[in-house]
């Protein structure tokens, strides 16, 4: 009996596990969402788990490649769009976070959300032109949105 209910148990805990996956990726969860709906998938198939189970909050620090893919930003190739990224970095003049553990320029979790909002304000284009370098040249760019609006 208890080898049945152990089976049952890991078949929960996958079905759980799996759910989660797709929740997160279906819906934009804040850490602690994502922790009540674990919860409570494992609450209800009479699962336990250690806390070490859970995922770790969202990073510190995003360098350009994080930046894009954490607001789904792709070229009509489905490459992520960094160079996007990096022009619009410099067009709202966000800044660099000086106490990056790596050689790449990091920033800020609001950095993101800076991005994020601005894309939102103009209603997520799928073209536009930022100023770019020194001079008063146009770039222009194609975007695609993965996971975002």
Not at 21 to 39: A, C, G, I, K, V
């Given at each position: 009996?208890?080898?049945?209910?152990?089976?049952?148990?890991?078949?929960?805990?996958?079905?759980?596990?799996?759910?989660?996956?797709?929740?997160?990726?279906?819906?934009?969860?804040?850490?602690?969402?994502?922790?009540?709906?674990?919860?409570?998938?494992?609450?209800?198939?009479?699962?336990?788990?250690?806390?070490?189970?859970?995922?770790?909050?969202?990073?510190?620090?995003?360098?350009?490649?994080?930046?894009?893919?954490?607001?789904?930003?792709?070229?009509?190739?489905?490459?992520?769009?960094?160079?996007?990224v990096k022009a619009l970095?410099?067009?709202?003049?966000?800044?660099?976070?000086?106490?990056?553990?790596?050689?790449?320029?990091?920033?800020?979790?609001?950095?993101?959300?800076?991005?994020?909002?601005?894309?939102?304000?103009?209603?997520?284009?799928?073209?536009?032109?930022?100023?770019?370098?020194?001079?008063?040249?146009?770039?222009?760019?194609?975007?695609?949105?993965?996971?975002?609006?």
């Amino acid at each position: 009996m208890q080898k049945d209910k152990d089976k049952f148990s890991f078949c929960a805990l996958r079905h759980c596990f799996y759910s989660f996956q797709d929740m997160t990726q279906l819906y934009d969860l804040s850490p602690d969402e994502r922790r009540n709906y674990f919860t409570s998938l494992c609450q209800q198939y009479d699962i336990s788990l250690p806390e070490k189970a859970f995922f770790e909050s969202e990073k510190a620090q995003y360098d350009v490649q994080a930046i894009a893919h954490k607001l789904g930003l792709y070229t009509s190739k489905g490459t992520l769009h960094t160079s996007f990224v990096k022009a619009l970095l410099q067009h709202l003049q966000l800044q660099k976070l000086s106490s990056s553990t790596t050689k790449k320029a990091c920033y800020s979790p609001q950095t993101v959300v800076s991005i994020h909002n601005w894309l939102q304000e103009r209603k997520f284009p799928s073209t536009l032109s930022l100023p770019y370098g020194q001079g008063t040249k146009m770039r222009h760019f194609e975007l695609e949105y993965h996971r975002l609006k």
